[in-house]
């Protein structure tokens, strides 16, 4: 028996961690048929996505950097609301996007339809996603918070091709 037959003490891998530190990554992405812009990217160091998605100050910063992405975008508000992509693993407890939301449509004076898409399966790969109320506007945000293989902000996009314009934000582009 040599060393390399003895138990490991310790594991060389670092756990896995995603993390953010919230410097200006403002970036346009294109995915299958359409376009999303994100705010910030996943980094080495920074904060943890779960203490993130639990923290109402990440919450305004991250509604503070996509208010001025709106007013970079838009020149009017006019006709425009804004809604989340849905949960999918958290159904209890603070949800960040619709904070975020929430805040977003309270600083620009939009309407925030929350709730207005839900996942109905728990298929990660293949989710099913149904629109739950009717959106009177004919232009529409989709705010999602952090977007690793886009499935979710994809089907949510798709439920909207009967809108004349949809922008997609993204908090945190995690590839």
């Known amino acids: 028996m040599d060393e390399w037959d003895e138990e490991p003490v310790e594991s060389i891998?670092?756990?896995?961690?995603?993390?953010?530190?919230?410097t200006d990554a403002l970036r346009l992405h294109a995915k299958n048929?359409?376009?999303y812009y994100s705010l910030f990217r996943r980094t080495k160091e920074g904060v943890d996505f779960d203490t993130i998605k639990r923290s109402e100050d990440h919450a305004h910063?991250?509604?503070?950097?996509a208010c001025k992405l709106i007013d970079r975008l838009l020149f009017s508000l006019d006709g425009w609301c804004i809604i989340t992509?849905?949960?999918?693993?958290h159904f209890e407890g603070?949800?960040?996007?619709?904070?975020?939301?929430?805040?977003?449509?309270?600083?620009?004076h939009i309407p925030f339809y929350q709730g207005a898409?839900?996942?109905?399966?728990k298929d990660r790969l293949n989710p099913e996603f149904h629109l739950l109320r009717e959106i009177p506007?004919?232009?529409?945000?989709?705010?999602?918070d952090i977007i690793t293989t886009g499935k979710t902000l994809s089907a949510t996009r798709n439920l909207l091709t009967d809108k004349e314009q949809v922008i997609c934000i993204v908090g945190i582009y995690n590839n």
């Open 85 to 89: 992509s849905p949960r999918r693993r």
């Open 33 to 35: 048929d359409f376009l």
């Open 137 to 144: 506007e004919k232009k529409v945000i989709v705010f999602d």
């Open 94 to 108: 603070f949800n960040f996007s619709e904070f975020v939301s929430g805040l977003i449509s309270d600083t620009k």
């Open 117 to 121: 898409v839900q996942c109905v399966t």
């Open 61 to 65: 910063l991250m509604a503070a950097c």
């Open 13 to 22: 891998r670092k756990p896995k961690c995603h993390l953010c530190d919230f």
